[in-house]
C-alpha cells in the first residue's frame, strides 16, 4: 500500500489545524447574532456577506493560483486570516463588537479564502499521484471532518461560559499555526505561460472559461450546483439556527451536538467515498445516492418544522433531537457523496497550467448562488412562515434533482 509523503502530511496537518479552530467559532456565529439582537435579515446578510467577496476574487485568484507559487499563496492569506481574527478577539474582549464591524472583517477573511481556496485545491495534485487522487481528495475530507468534529460542541461550550472573544483566539491562532506548517511543504510550482498585461489576465481567465465550456459535462454540473446551492445551504446556515433559536427549547451546547453530528455524517461518508470508489474513474454511483440521499433530507425536514409536528413530538424533546440530527446528518452525507468524486474528476480531467483557473471558474459557478440565496431567505423569513419556505424549497429541489437525472443520465455515464 503507498504511504503519503510528507509533504501531503504536512498539508493535511495545517488544513485540520485551521479547520478544528473555524469550526469553533463560525457554527456559533449565527446564535451570537441572535443573542446581540440580530433577525433573520441579519443572518442572511451575514451569510450573503461572508461568501460573495470570495466569489468576485475566484476567477482572478485562479489565474494568479497558476501564475504565482500556490504555496506562497496559501502562507500569505493564512496569516493575514490569523492576524485580523486576533484582532476580532481583542475587539470582542473590550465589549466593542458590532454586527457591522463583524460584517466587515467576514468580507476580509471571505477575500483571503477566495486567494485561498484555488490554490490549495490547484496543489493537491502536486503532492499525489494521478492514481491517487480520489483517496487523497476522500482523506483530505476526512480529516476535516474528524478536525471539525468536536468543534461546534467545544464552540457552544466556550461561547456559553467565556463569550465570543475565547472562539476568536483559538481561530486566530489556529490559521498561524497552519501557515507554518505550509512553510514546510516541498513543493515545485511550475510557471505557466501567462501574459503579464491587464488583457493578458483577461485573455487567461477566459482561457480557462473556454475549458469548461468546451467539457460539457463540467458545465451542465455546474448549472445543476447552483441550483442545489442557491436552495441548499441557506436551510442550515439561516432557516436552521433562527428555527433552533425562535421554535425549540435545547440549549446553544445542544446546537453544538447538532452541527457535530452533522459533521461526523461527512466524515462517515468521505471515508465510504475514499475506500468504495477510491480507484474507480466512473462516479455515477455515488453521485446518484448523494442526490437520493438529498431529496429524503429536504423531505424529511421540510416535515420536522411544521407547528404541528413539533408540538406532538415536543420542541424539547429528544426523539425531535435525534431525529433533527438525523436530517442534518443526511444532509452532510449527501454534499460530501456529490462532491468528492466530481473534485477528483476535475483534477484527474484538467491540465496543471490550467487547473487553478478552472477550479476558480467552478467554484465561482457553483458557489455563486450561496450568498444569493442567504440573502433571499433572510428577506422571505421576515415574511413568510419557517415551514412554507422550507416546504417551496423542497419541491423545487425534487424537481430539479429529477429533471437532471432524467435529462442528463447519458452524460453521467460517461464519467
Known amino acids: 500500500m503507498r504511504k503519503y509523503n510528507s509533504s501531503f502530511i504536512l498539508f493535511l496537518a495545517g488544513r485540520m489545524v485551521s479547520d478544528t479552530g473555524t469550526s469553533i467559532q463560525m457554527m456559533i456565529l449565527p446564535l451570537y447574532i441572535i443573542d446581540i439582537g440580530g433577525n433573520a435579515s441579519d443572518i442572511g446578510i451575514f451569510s450573503f456577506i461572508s461568501l460573495t467577496p470570495a466569489l468576485f476574487i475566484y476567477p482572478f485568484a485562479g489565474v494568479l493560483g497558476d501564475k504565482f507559487n500556490r504555496k506562497k499563496i496559501m502562507i500569505m492569506t493564512d496569516f493575514l486570516s490569523g492576524v485580523i481574527i486576533l484582532a476580532f478577539a481583542c475587539i470582542s474582549y473590550l465589549d466593542k463588537m458590532s454586527i457591522i464591524l463583524l460584517m466587515i472583517g467576514m468580507a476580509i477573511i471571505s477575500m483571503l479564502n477566495g486567494l485561498f481556496d484555488p490554490a490549495t485545491r490547484g496543489m493537491l495534485p502536486k503532492l499525489v499521484e494521478k492514481d491517487e487522487l480520489t483517496k487523497a481528495n476522500s482523506t483530505v475530507a ?241 415574511n413568510v412562515s419557517i415551514q412554507t419556505t422550507v416546504f417551496a424549497a423542497s419541491m423545487l429541489i425534487i424537481i430539479y434533482s429529477a429533471a437532471f437525472i432524467i435529462n442528463f443520465q447519458k452524460n453521467l455515464l460517461l464519467f
Open 142 to 382: 476526512s480529516l476535516r471532518g474528524l478536525s471539525v468534529l468536536l468543534g461546534p460542541v467545544i464552540g457552544a461550550v466556550l461561547y456559553s461560559n467565556y463569550g465570543v472573544a475565547v472562539l476568536f483566539l483559538i481561530n486566530g491562532f489556529s490559521f498561524l499555526i497552519s501557515g507554518i506548517s505550509e512553510i514546510l511543504i516541498k513543493y515545485n510550482h511550475v510557471n505557466s505561460r501567462l501574459t503579464e498585461c491587464k488583457q493578458g489576465v483577461l485573455k487567461d481567465l477566459y482561457e480557462g472559461i473556454k475549458f469548461i465550456i468546451n467539457n460539457k459535462l463540467i458545465s451542465k454540473l455546474c448549472w445543476f450546483y447552483i441550483l442545489i446551492y442557491t436552495s441548499i445551504q441557506p436551510i442550515f446556515s439561516v432557516v436552521l439556527p433562527l428555527f433552533y433559536k425562535t421554535q425549540l427549547k435545547f440549549t446553544d451546547v445542544q446546537y453544538g451536538y447538532l452541527q457535530s453530528i452533522s459533521i461526523f455524517g461527512m466524515l462517515l461518508s468521505s471515508i465510504a467515498v475514499g475506500l468504495a470508489y477510491k480507484k474507480e474513474k466512473g462516479i455515477i454511483k455515488p453521485f446518484k445516492i448523494g442526490i437520493k440521499l438529498l431529496v429524503c433530507c429536504m423531505i424529511i425536514f421540510s416535515f420536522l418544522v411544521f407547528p404541528d409536528v413539533v408540538f406532538l413530538l415536543g420542541n424539547s424533546s429528544t426523539i425531535y433531537f435525534l431525529l433533527l440530527s438525523a436530517v442534518v446528518c443526511l444532509f452532510s452525507s449527501a454534499t460530501t457523496f456529490i462532491n468528492v468524486p466530481i473534485q477528483s474528476y476535475i483534477q484527474r480531467e484538467t491540465p496543471d497550467e490550467y487547473i487553478s483557473r478552472v477550479f476558480s471558474i467552478v467554484g465561482m459557478i457553483t458557489r455563486g448562488g450561496m450568498p444569493l440565496g442567504s440573502l433571499a431567505y433572510g428577506i422571505i423569513l421576515n
